[in-house]
């Protein structure tokens, strides 16, 4: 009994890798999951049943050949049921308004909404779809904060919340590689001047405004990325459908797949941030920036650190921003950017550096720039003794005033950094994302109740025809957001003439032109088309990190929590563009992917093919901006993945 007991094993696992060699051979690969129910209804179920002193004779020519038919037509039904799985009808809602993205302008517009319906007595209904695993998870910003829009939409904000470090100081300096000079406020643009701002967190923040949109009853859903806009059969916008979740590397869904849901709404607005993905699209298909004769925008890439230091180095309240090393070596660099550092109660020093995407040397490294610069004396000795506890980074829009797109389209408009209104030369968007948030929500309210429809919140029908609110472009050019951004409408531009021409500019369109001046600075290009070739530069040799004031860049990226676990790659080279990296990016440009990705996503292997790290991401968005030919789609992973900042 006992040799027949081996005998049969033997003859069980046999039969067990035939059916895994036959199905690599013939190009079928099975999940574990798949892999387990053809072996139990092809192998394990047949020997159970059979006669042990029939065991031997089983195990011939014919027996294998049926597996193999069982094997490839089991396989196949999977496959199938797979496919069916993954295009099965999805589960819809109705709402007012759907929202994509819980930022300062998203929870604006929700609050603001729900607060005017509240006071009339409408049950208008609001959801906010987050692709963050909470609010405030993908938030990153410097933060100096201007509470100008704040006013208007809880005016008694100071009570409750997270803001507890107003700006007591405020300095700039203009570096060389060993000293600094600090350059007097009053010589200073208004624009840089910040009494009366406060050093925040904006993830805190936002998480605070979540609480208080809920309260008000917006429905918030955190961990839901937006992969899809919904459009009717004339073409427009219905609303927006969630990425599926639960789809492993090979692009078949696990044990854990849930079908997305389709959020239909009579308006979609897009908060998504800088270079959202569905903004793009809509930006696209709508023809927004033609429509407008909008310039192509222009963009930045941020990186910041969070510091933990002693008592003895934290000055609360204290602003410094930087010029010069190691960016600009000369009054005539025409990189634009610079540093930033905030000291914020109790013991947090905000660090970081930021680096216009319109640069030209293919060699240089946004995130060793960063790093180099920390090193400078009058920039060291805010970290003394101190811990970095968080790093991060996220792209920003620098356009301004003439990039930015027409707003609306029909079901929907564009809100904060999704439509552009950071103020690049003010080193703040913040507000002025609040401030659209405001707006919108105002104008999609004055139109609701102009139709007469009752609420959907409370039909939990939607109606058939789609609507654009116009109002809401006319009432942000009305705004105070327009007014700042068109005063330095032409400041961003004179940088491209060089630091000192660009500061030259700047001083007098804030203190005299205001923006008033009769002619535009152009801007006809975007910025992966001002690389230049690698042969035209010189590569810049970077200093090694100490691993005390800097750091190289995955020991950083681990201090961001990003994670993106076993999903297909959301960074995808554009079928069109497949010869880009290796024959444009790396032939032409010497690879600028690998320097200026500030988490280590893309390299080049040592057969020089491009090797996508698609886990490090940061969703910065950088690779969709300054890749050769913008030869990168980036969609959306799946909710909950990217980056867990907390203080950011």
């Known amino acids: 009994c006992c040799c027949l007991l081996l005998l049969q094993t033997f003859v069980f696992f046999f039969f067990a890798q035939l059916s895994i060699f036959y199905t690599a051979d013939k190009g079928i690969f099975l999940t574990k999951k798949e892999y387990t129910m053809v072996f139990s ?157 406060y050093i925040i967190s904006l993830s805190q923040l936002v998480r605070w405004l979540g609480e208080k949109a809920e309260e008000l009853g917006v429905d918030i859903f955190p961990g839901f990325s937006v992969s899809e806009v919904l459009y009717d059969e004339k073409g427009s916008v219905r609303g927006v459908a969630t990425r599926d979740m639960g789809i ?44 407008v004769d909008a310039q192509p925008q222009t963009y930045g890439i941020g990186m910041k650190e969070i510091w933990e230091v002693p008592d003895d180095v934290i000055q609360p309240g204290l602003v410094e921003h930087t010029l ?58 805010h970290l003394k003794g101190g811990q970095c506890i968080e790093y991060g980074a996220r792209c920003l829009n620098e356009g301004g005033y003439h990039a930015i797109p027409k707003l609306t389209f029909d079901g929907g408009a564009l809100l904060g950094c999704s439509a552009g209104f950071l103020n690049a030369i003010k080193i703040k968007g913040s507000h002025t994302a609040l401030k659209s948030g405001i707006v919108c929500g105002e104008e999609v309210f004055a139109a609701f109740e102009k139709t007469g429809l009752e609420p959907v919140g409370s039909s939990f029908e939607l109606p058939e025809e789609s609507m654009e609110v116009e109002s809401y472009q006319t009432a942000m050019e009305n705004s105070w957001v327009f ?57 810049i040799e970077y200093p090694k990190p100490d691993n005390v004031i800097s750091f190289d860049l995955l020991t950083n990226l681990a201090r961001s929590g990003t994670n993106h676990e076993d999903q297909p790659s959301h960074l995808r080279i554009k079928p069109e563009k497949s010869v880009v990296p290796e024959d444009v990016s790396l032939q032409l440009y010497e690879g600028p992917e690998q320097r200026f990705c500030p988490a280590k996503v893309y390299e080049y292997d040592e057969n020089k093919k491009l090797v996508i790290n698609n886990q490090n ?32």
């Open 41 to 197: 209804r092809v192998v394990a179920r047949p020997f159970a049943a059979m006669p042990w002193q029939g065991i031997v004779r089983q195990a011939n020519r014919n027996t294998i050949s049926r597996c193999q038919s069982q094997i490839r037509s089991l396989a196949s039904s999977i496959r199938m049921r797979s496919d069916d799985i993954l295009n099965s009808e999805r589960e819809a809602m109705p709402y007012d308004v759907v929202i994509v993205g819980a930022g300062p302008a998203g929870l604006a517009a929700g609050i603001r909404l729900k607060q005017l319906a509240q006071e009339a007595g409408k049950e208008y209904s609001v959801c906010i779809l987050e692709k963050g695993a909470e609010v405030g998870a993908h938030i990153l910003s410097g933060n100096v904060f201007e509470p100008r829009a704040l006013d208007e939409l809880l005016p008694n904000w100071r009570d409750e919340a997270p803001i507890h470090t107003p700006v007591t100081e405020d300095n700039f300096l203009v570096l060389n590689s060993t000293s600094s000079l600090t350059v007097p406020n009053m010589l200073l643009p208004p624009t840089l001047h910040n009494e009366g701002n």
């Open 483 to 539: 007014d700042e951004l068109k005063e330095v409408r032409n400041c961003h531009s004179a940088f491209h003439y060089g630091v000192l021409p660009g500061m030259a500019y700047t001083a007098a369109s804030t203190f005299f032109l205001k923006g008033r001046e009769p002619w535009t600075i152009p801007n006809s290009s975007p910025d992966s088309s001002k690389t230049g070739l690698g042969g035209d530069h010189k590569p």
């Open 617 to 648: 991401c940061l969703h910065c968005k950088a690779c969709s901006i300054k890749t050769p030919l913008e030869y990168i789609n980036w969609t959306v992973p799946e909710g909950g993945g990217g980056p867990a900042y907390t203080n950011m």
């Open 324 to 381: 010069g090393y190691p960016l600009q070596s000369g009054a005539l660099d025409t990189t634009f950017g610079g540093g930033f550092i905030y000291h914020m109660k109790p013991n947090l020093v905000l660090i970081g550096y930021v680096v216009g995407l319109d640069y030209e040397n293919p060699y240089l490294s946004p995130y060793q720039t960063f790093q180099q610069w920390k090193h400078h004396p009058a920039v060291a000795a």
């Open 248 to 291: 492993g590397k090979d692009g078949k869904p696990k044990d854990t797949f849930a079908r997305g849901m389709e959020i239909y709404a009579r308006q979609t607005l897009l908060a998504e941030g800088c270079r959202g993905s569905c903004s793009e699209e809509v930006m696209a298909k709508f023809g927004l920036r033609e429509a």
